[in-house]
């Protein structure tokens, strides 16, 4: 009879032996059964692993459907070719038509304007431009609009947003200490010129990663490079583990380099070879070298007077607060209590920090030899590498740079935008459809690997990649290609009464039957309350914005002067992108209504539904503050006659005029509540609040 001896200490495999050992302990059949199917597993993914990794990476490899080179593709032949306005529409077509499927009516003048409205600006369509829009008779009244939108100042800022999001974007460093990054708003004010003036996608890349090398005496490249900047950062105040530090900067680096442009997770490489994607130890690490001597470089923006001046305030500041904390050490109880009150106030008299911008320069004394670290550990060096792309993107043979070689980057940036490179236009073109569409044609946006999606559509995924390159990589050409089709014109099916085949066929809606209804996000929301109240301060640009907080919050930060509130009232209106993206403190409706954790990149932002969210649109300061304001507004523009007030409300805030039910409903609701609790209510309509 055989039984199954557990491990001892520090082992790991269990062992069949005869059950007479009397060091056995029995296992049941149902410990067995359980450990037979761990096996199993570990059985698989060691399969898994060695199908995946060869001695080179060869032809097999480079099989794997994102790593091959982009096809030319042609928009196919369809039945219903009237349907079609654009190319794009072919390729939606031919898969609804090949699945017995058909496309959704067209969506109203009212539904589609506001759709396309939020989508490239993030604001809502005024009450004038929806009127003018439904009574235009002229065939190209939406190619019209969709241009007059590209052109705004506000897509610019719209689009941003999502940039930012991807590279997680922030204005300090987080972790315990949350120190602010001088100037880094200025990254965030490129990231919105660069958008709004279409600077080529390869352009903007490349000033990202290697504006400094490029033109290091232009400060909008200095400012560009501040990309390498916006990664959290651990500082320890004191017994730093130095090279610690820079090896946890430098994987940050380059894990973003790899999430943002090429779509794969190159981080799950740093501590062995992938365990899933052809990406080796030795190519994460090769990656890392291209950044081997990137070092900090805050640019002041004063004359060397204004900064002495600074410097000297700072240090009296200092040593008067270093003095209260010795003196706090003798005191207790009321004196102690007044002594750190004074110090608080101390604290607060610390000069602001001085204009400068975040940028990175190269500083070939303090390049960091980069080698293989066995389990990502620093202090277990391998053989050291050079600098050299992924290797399941190059051809055989391909060699290594040497890590002395000048301007690293910018021969980074060289190789990612390649025509002949198959990921980063595909990256950002399925970005491009994601935020149009509600999902992309990879639903995984940051991993094109074997763990991510594959892709629904892959000929039209490569045909929008290579309109973008054909196109000189210019955005706003993509994004009039896909909001112009008839796929993107789709009504959003009725829940009520649903489309039973294509609800059976596909669920998911991934061969787009229909348009995806979707919730605002965040900032949009908080955008189009203070659009339809008339507090909307358009002011473009500039330093970040503090709003007022409760207590709590900001005395649970390091230190409470890191949240100083704006002084000018006026500035707290400015869109949601000009508030202080702060990683140890979200605002309170922001962070209700989803807006990521800046921490780690976010390429597809989450929509929840839960109570909080009714709690903050009912109570909370931003909602009833904007309450009051469109309440204000309604009585400027309608007077005091309450139907007057309904269907201007209506107007402004959903784009329609109210529906016969719903316009009674809101008469009775006034006839017992004040105009203030009505315009509450209006921006918790789901007509608000979603756009179809």
């Not at 389990?375 to 277990?380: A, F, I, L, T």
């Not at 990921?423 to 491009?432: E, G, P």
């Not at 809606?509 to 358009?538: C, K, P, T």
Request: proline share 8%; aromatic share 8%.
């Amino acid at each position: 009879m055989l039984a199954i001896k557990k491990p001892g200490q520090n082992k790991c495999s269990y062992a069949l032996i005869p059950s007479s050992d009397a060091s056995t302990e029995l296992v049941g059949v149902e410990q067995l059964l359980t450990i037979m199917a761990r096996v199993t597993v570990l059985l698989a993914m060691l399969r898994t692993v060695v199908e995946l990794h060869s001695a080179t990476i060869g032809p097999k490899e480079r099989a794997f459907w994102s790593f091959q080179p982009l096809k030319p593709s042609r928009a196919p032949s369809v039945t219903n070719s009237t349907w079609a306005k654009t190319p794009v529409d072919r390729f939606i077509l031919a898969k609804l038509e090949s699945a017995g499927l058909t496309p959704a009516p067209p969506a109203s003048r009212q539904d589609w304007i506001r759709r396309v409205a939020f989508d490239l600006t993030g604001l809502p369509p005024s009450p004038e431009d929806v009127a003018a829009f439904v009574k235009d008779p002229s065939p190209d009244a939406h190619e019209k609009y969709v241009d007059r939108l590209l052109s705004s100042p506000a897509y610019g800022e719209r689009w941003a947003q999502h940039w930012l999001d991807v590279v997680r974007f922030a204005e300090t460093e987080g972790f315990e200490y949350d120190r602010p990054v001088s100037g880094a708003w200025r990254f965030r004010d490129f990231v919105i010129r660069s958008f709004r003036e279409d600077l080529p996608y390869d352009d903007f890349l490349t000033a990202q990663l290697a504006g400094d090398e490029l033109a290091p005496q232009d400060r909008e490249m200095q400012i560009a490079a501040g990309f390498h900047r916006v990664n959290p950062v651990r500082r320890n105040a004191s017994n730093q583990d130095v090279s610690a530090t820079r090896n946890e900067v430098l994987t940050e680096r380059t894990d973003m380099i790899g999430a943002a442009f090429l779509g794969v997770t190159v981080g799950c490489a740093r501590c062995h070879d992938h365990k899933f994607d052809p990406i080796t130890q030795k190519d994460y690490y090769q990656m890392q070298a291209f950044l081997a001597a990137t070092q900090e470089n805050d640019i002041p923006c004063v004359g060397p007077d204004e900064h002495a001046a600074w410097k000297s305030r700072t240090e009296t500041v200092n040593e008067e607060i270093a003095r209260l904390k010795e003196s706090l050490k003798a005191v207790t109880g009321e004196a102690e209590k007044r002594l750190r009150e004074k110090l608080k106030e101390t604290e607060a008299r610390l000069p602001d920090p001085l204009p400068s911008l975040a940028s990175i320069k190269n500083d070939p004394a303090l390049l960091t030899p980069i080698h293989l670290l066995k389990r990502g550990d620093p202090e277990r060096k391998e053989e050291r590498v050079g600098m050299k792309g992924l290797s399941v993107l190059l051809p055989d043979g391909a060699k290594e740079m040497p890590p002395e070689t000048p301007n690293p980057r910018t021969a980074l940036a060289r190789w990612m935008t390649d025509p002949r490179h198959p990921l980063t236009a595909r990256v950002i073109a399925n970005r491009i459809w994601q935020h149009h569409f509600g999902a992309g044609l990879v639903r995984t946006p940051n991993d094109f690997g074997a763990n991510g999606d594959r892709p629904s559509h892959p000929e039209l995924l490569d045909y929008l990649a290579g309109e973008l390159i054909r196109g000189g990589w210019k955005l706003k050409r993509l994004h009039r290609l896909l909001v112009t089709s008839a796929s993107y014109r789709q009504a959003v099916l009725n829940p009520g009464v649903p489309d039973a085949k294509a609800r059976a066929s596909d669920p998911d809606n991934r061969w787009l039957s229909h348009f995806n209804r979707r919730r605002l996000e965040a900032e949009e929301l908080r955008d189009a309350m203070l659009a339809v109240s008339g507090m909307l301060d358009r002011r473009s640009e500039g330093e970040s914005v503090l709003l007022p907080v409760d207590s709590d919050l900001v005395d649970e930060l390091y230190k409470p002067t890191q949240w100083r509130v704006t002084e000018d009232r006026s500035l707290h209106y400015r869109r949601s992108i000009y508030l202080i993206a702060k990683r140890n403190l979200r605002l309170p409706f922001m962070q209700v209504f989803d807006q990521p954790m800046l921490q780690t990149s976010c390429p597809r932002r989450e929509s929840s539904t839960h109570a909080p969210q009714a709690l903050e649109m009912l109570n909370g300061r931003t909602a009833n503050e904007l309450a009051n304001a469109f309440a204000a507004r309604l009585k400027r523009e309608a007077g005091a006659d309450p139907r007057g007030q309904v269907e201007r409300a209506y107007l402004l805030a959903v784009g329609r005029a109210p529906t016969p039910a719903e316009r009674d409903l809101a008469l009775e609701f006034l006839k017992r509540s004040p105009l203030k609790e009505f315009a509450l209510a209006t921006f918790s309509l789901n007509a608000f609040m979603y756009v179809e």
